[in-house]
Every structure is written in structure tokens, then in C-alpha cells.
């Protein structure tokens, strides 16, 4: 398979550049930026990203093109580390996000660098990145510890592996929050994950993995917050399953970014898993209301509802599994310094100020569902 690694230019807008804003970078209240802190403590705006770097480093990220990747690659190109994305090619390699500056922007596309190719041609894998050489390797991507192990067989003199896990791993407890010693669970959907962790710890690399819970954000491609905008913006109730308390929680995507950068050179993250999340939890039907109040929307009539009785074939209702899931991020905060920069409400409506609110979405609204449950919750008043 022909591959190259090439230096991204683009200097006329890309497909997303309908998403640029007169905010200039400031990203409705949370500017994309951040200090190299030495020994002086550095007074942030809230919301800004920072980290400690010691040197620049020569990084590749798997994949890079979509949601996370689009905001860690931006902090760690502003550090000065040399970044190149390893995608399929599919997508453009730099998109103008939204509130990010023309001239941002233009420094980003000139900086970022791509190789193509595809992570299961195990053979290229290894042959391009042995040829190539980087310090350390930012796994967004990976499912499979498969995948993972021609990464580690081409980077012999590999500095760091930083992995994007998941608290799905996690088994189901009725003692709550989730912790990092929690019991995992073999047969979780995530298991593919839980593998490559294993792999990493067998193998003796320097490998730090996040396990996020539910991520929120603009330009999230999961229909998280998304799900509920569109039911808001057509004025429909909200269906929730149960009874509306269970309890999860929420991180934001710049806040997940911050954190993957605050583990780079960090010699207490190595061999460390860190659960990554907002500080606060809340109910479905909490989630619900403070969708509404980020959208500028009047308090939804929310109706419950038993999944049991419903045959939806394959299509799913709601975009939550149906009970409690949350997880402490007290051990991220305190190894690593980092702490959620968004509260719920905020980071709702951030991400509605700089994409739904700006109708743009990932996926077109789908009733059929709801229409389901509320012609049956209807009938039976």
C-alpha cells in the first residue's frame, strides 16, 4: 500500500470552515490555548488548556481527525512538539474549528503532517513508522490490542504510549463511583480495550491509558448532547427510560484533551490508568434540563417510559445504557493536577454555541422511536 508522509498546507477554508466565528480563538469562553509553565505559576482564563513540556517531542497520533484528535493535536502543535496524524486519508487532515482564527488556523495546516495508511496493514505499519521514528505515540483509535502490537514491534526506542481507553471496561457494581482499582469486566463490549492495556503492561513500555466516561463537546460525532438538542429545537418531550434518576456523568472534550496532554513526559503517569470525567454527576432527567437551559430552552416535558415493552429492532432509543455510570476522577486530579475546567452547564453550552446552535450536526433527527413511546404512553392516559 503507497503511502507518504507529507506537511498539510491548506490555506482556503476546509469543509468546516463555515464553522469559523467572529470569536476569533476564543471558543465561546474557553480559549484553545495554553503556557509552558517552568517554576512561576501562571494565571489562566478559564477554560485554557496548559501543561508542563519539557522538550519537543516527535508525536504521532492515531487517527486525529475527528473530535478528540482535532483538539489534542492543536495543544500539542502550539507546544511545539512535531505532530503527524496516521489516518486512512478520508478526511481533510486540518479543519478550521469553530472560533479559531484565521491565522491560527493557517499556523496549524502548515505545522500538522500526515501519514496515510491503514492501522491493519500490520506490514506498512511497521515498515513506515520504523522508517520514521517517534518519541511518543498518541493511540486515539485503537480497539484491539492486535492493532497495538506492530506499533510497539516498529518503535523499539518508543519514549511513551498514551492510550484512549474507556470506563466501559469497568463491571458493573452497585458500589459507585467507578475507581481505577475497580474490578473490569472480560466480557464488556470495551474488551478489546482492556486487552491493549494488558498488552502495554506486558510489554513492558512507558504507557499511560485514559478511560473517559460519557465525552460531550462540539463536533462530538456520538449523538450525546446532539440527541437531546434535536428533541429541544422541535419542541417534542423527552423519552427517558425508568425513572429519569439514574445517575451518570459527562466530560468535556477539551477537558479529555487537556488531560491526554498533562500525561506527556509525566513520570507519575507511567503504567498509571486515570478515569477522566466532569466533576459532578447527574440523573438523565438532570441531563436533560441542563440541555435545555445550555440551548436557551424552555425547562422539556420529560416522559418515562419501560424499555421492556418496547420492540425497537435495532435502532436505539436512548443514547445512555440504562443505569448508573459514573466514575471518580480524584486520582487524575491528584497525580496529575489536572481539574475539569467546564461545569455540565457550561460545557453544554459551549458545545451548543459553537455547533448545534449553528445547525450543525452529525446526524439528522430521528423520532420514530419517541413516536413509539409516546403513542403508547397516550393511549394508556
Sequence with gaps: MAS??????????????????????????????HS??????????????????SSAKKILIMGGTRFIGLFLSRLLV????????????????????????????ADFSSKIQ??????????????????EGYDVVYDINGREAVEVEPILDALPKLEQYIYCSSAGVYLKSDLMPHCEVDAVDPK????????????????????????????????????????FFHRLKAGRPIPIPGSGIQITSLGHVKDLADA?????????????VYNISGDKYVTFDGLAKAC???????????????????????KKAFPFRDQHFFASIEKAKKELGWKPEFDLVEGLTDSYNLDFGRGTFRKAADFSTDDMILGKTLATV
Excluded: M
Excluded at 116 to 131: E, H, I, N, T, Y
Excluded at 292 to 312: C, R, T, V
Design 260 to 272: 491526554f496532554v498533562r500525561v506527556l513526559g509525566n513520570d507519575v503517569a507511567s503504567g498509571q
Design 188 to 227: 464488556s463490549r470495551h474488551k478489546g480495550k482492556l486487552d491493549t492495556e494488558s498488552l502495554l503492561q506486558t510489554r513492558g513500555v512507558n504507557w499511560t491509558a485514559l478511560r473517559p466516561v460519557y465525552i460531550y463537546g462540539p463536533l462530538n460525532y456520538n449523538p450525546v448532547e446532539e440527541w
Design 36 to 53: 509552558v509553565q517552568f517554576k512561576r505559576n501562571v494565571v489562566q482564563p478559564k477554560g485554557a488548556l496548559h501543561v508542563t513540556a
Design 292 to 314: 435545555a437551559k445550555a440551548g436557551g430552552f424552555p425547562e422539556p416535558e420529560i416522559i418515562h417510559y419501560n424499555q421492556k415493552e418496547y420492540d425497537f429492532g435495532k
Design 114 to 131: 500526515h501519514l496515510k495508511g491503514d492501522r491493519q496493514d500490520f506490514d506498512f505499519v511497521k515498515s513506515s513508522l520504523s522508517a
Design 78 to 105: 502550539k507546544e511545539g512538539h512535531q505532530v503527524t496524524l496516521f489516518t486512512r486519508g478520508k478526511a481533510p487532515i486540518a479543519q478550521q474549528l469553530p472560533g479559531e482564527s484565521e491565522a491560527e488556523f
Design 4 to 33: 507518504r508522509l507529507v506537511v498539510v498546507q491548506q490555506h482556503q477554508p476546509s469543509s468546516l470552515a463555515f464553522l469559523h466565528s467572529s470569536l476569533s480563538s476564543d471558543f465561546n469562553g474557553c480559549r484553545l490555548t
